[in-house]
């Protein structure tokens, strides 16, 4: 960690502690009062969380129009259903999850939506056997064992909306309106070049495209105060 670093007392501040299971969505360009290019900014945060702790970032690789909306980009992949190569398709969600897949010690899981990368303590239990989860948040999914280990959500520039959990409270409420109607097929290709055919619910496009969770905490206080703000100027 550099003298003077200003991430710990960030991170602090969040209710961040050494030892955290986090999940992190970042907009890296809104992060530079921070200081730190990308790749010190994954090592320092690694390194407060320490040994005992976990780093979880999305690593999706289905925003296909990075010039639109990322819901538009969904639609693409929905409607196209590329080949999820886990070794080689981009997680083309930001800087930092593309740069954090690559790490020689980060684990990436076989999913063919919803794929996320993780380092440390609980990495291999969170990636591990998802090309055979059917519901990408019910049972031994990579959502639902974080949720279970009761992670701790991050958000570094972006907004409540970013978060790929928001379809949590839908699935444990017995609402399946935002999947879809029967399982439907992906390509998926795992680090040893073997190509799986995967079979699971997908959520809808337009589901992506309308779920707010902000809307949702702004009208309960019970959600709010789980909240913790360390704004920085327009900076959330």
Not at 14 to 39: C, D, I, N, Q, W
Request: net charge neutral; proline share 7%; aromatic share 10%.
């Amino acid at each position: 960690m550099r003298p003077n670093s200003k991430l710990p007392e960030l991170l602090e501040a969040l209710g961040v502690t050494p030892g955290s299971l986090v999940y992190l969505h970042t907009s890296f360009s809104r992060m530079g009062h921070l200081e730190l290019e990308p790749a010190a900014f994954i090592r320092e945060l690694l390194d407060f969380l320490g040994p005992a702790g976990t780093l979880v970032m999305p690593s999706f690789s289905w925003n296909l129009d990075r010039a639109a909306r990322p819901w538009v980009g969904y639609r693409r992949y929905f409607e196209s259903r590329p080949e999820f190569d886990v070794r080689h398709s981009p997680a083309n969600i930001g800087v930092l999850p593309e740069l954090f897949r690559q790490m020689a010690d980060a684990r990436r899981s076989l999913s063919y939506w919803w794929s996320v990368a993780a380092m440390g303590a609980l990495a291999e239990s969170i990636t591990a056997n998802q090309l055979d989860v059917e519901d990408p948040y019910g049972p031994g999914s990579s959502f639902e064992l974080l949720r279970q280990h009761q992670v701790i959500l991050v958000g570094l520039g972006v907004t409540l909306n970013t978060t790929s959990l928001a379809f949590v409270p839908d699935h444990s409420l017995g609402n399946r309106s935002f999947l879809s109607s029967q399982p439907l097929n992906g390509m998926v290709v795992d680090q040893s070049g073997k190509r799986h055919l995967s079979s699971s619910y997908w959520v809808l496009p337009e589901a992506v495209q309308r779920v707010k969770p902000e809307v949702v905490f702004q009208r309960s206080s019970r959600l709010v105060s789980q909240l913790r703000r360390q704004d920085q100027g327009d900076v959330i």
